[in-house]
Nanobody, 115 residues
Framework: QVQLVESGGGLVQPGGSLRLSCAAS????????MGWYRQAPGKQRELVAT???????DYADYVKGRFTISRDNAKNTLYLQMNSLKPEDTAVYYC?????????WGQGTQVTVSS
């Protein structure tokens, strides 16, 4: 049974930081391209960042320079370090695992940026 469990969300003030984690089980983690997506109320889910099996990373323009995606294959865990948070970063953040035509998703963790 595949599980992706996100954690680390919460309420933070503008300019603050959060670190999200995604613990994976039921998959051979190192084989999967991992990603973070987000969905704000009334909007479509959008890409935040991805990290390939090689460790190469890709970021959406709106988070470049502020967010850092990383993975620990020994711990089967994906991370997203979020700095300089803005109110527009408020959303539910989802972890994804992709391999060929197979995609898995976590249940999401809420991030709210507000003063």
């Amino acid at each position: 049974q595949v599980q992706l469990v996100e954690s680390g969300g919460g309420l933070v003030q503008p300019g603050g930081s959060l670190r999200l984690s995604c613990a994976a089980s039921g998959i051979i983690f190192r084989f999967y391209t991992m990603g973070w997506y987000r969905q704000a109320p009334g909007k479509q889910r959008e890409l935040v960042a991805t990290i390939a099996t090689s460790g190469s990373t890709d970021y959406a323009d709106y988070v470049k320079g502020r967010f850092t995606i990383s993975r620990d294959n020994a711990k089967n865990t994906l991370y997203l370090q979020m700095n300089s948070l803005k109110p527009e970063d408020t959303a539910v953040y989802y972890c994804s695992a992709s391999w060929t035509t197979t995609d898995y998703w976590g249940q999401g963790t809420q991030v709210t940026v507000s003063s």
